[in-house]
């Protein structure tokens, strides 16, 4: 296992936006999950780096992009009109051969980040 490094968290109101940013080299899919207090961890976006094909979670789609810049092993997650329900804490994730039928199911990887807070504000 490998911890991934995030980073970009923080506070906003709503309609603002934040980019969360997770350096993870020589995997091949990256994914974004979150999870607010007292509730299940959810997917939010996956990215395999070397098609750089993406997926969204239903909840987030036209308002989160996800992207890589292989130049520095870093994904990132561009997050605009954040709303109050998107607070939570963000976790990066990343493994090898995940078939795509899987790469929004947490359980599908082994390396984590220590996760990243977002709140935003109404």
């Known amino acids: 296992q490998v911890r991934l490094m995030e980073s970009g968290g923080g506070s906003v109101q709503a309609g603002g936006s934040l980019r969360l940013s997770c350096t993870a080299s020589g995997f091949t899919s990256v994914a974004w999950f979150r999870q607010a207090p007292e509730k299940k961890r959810e997917p939010v976006a996956h990215i395999y780096t070397n098609s750089e094909t993406t997926s969204y979670a239903d909840s987030v789609k036209g308002r989160f992009t996800i992207s890589i810049d292989k130049s520095v092993n870093t994904v990132y997650l561009q997050m605009n009109s954040l709303k109050p329900e998107d607070t939570a804490m963000y976790y990066c994730?990343?493994?090898?051969?995940?078939?795509?039928?899987?790469?929004?199911?947490?359980?599908?990887?082994?390396?984590w980040g220590q996760g990243t807070q977002v709140t935003v504000s109404s």
């Open positions: 994730a990343a493994d090898r051969g995940i078939q795509s039928g899987w790469v929004l199911v947490s359980t599908s990887y082994k390396n």
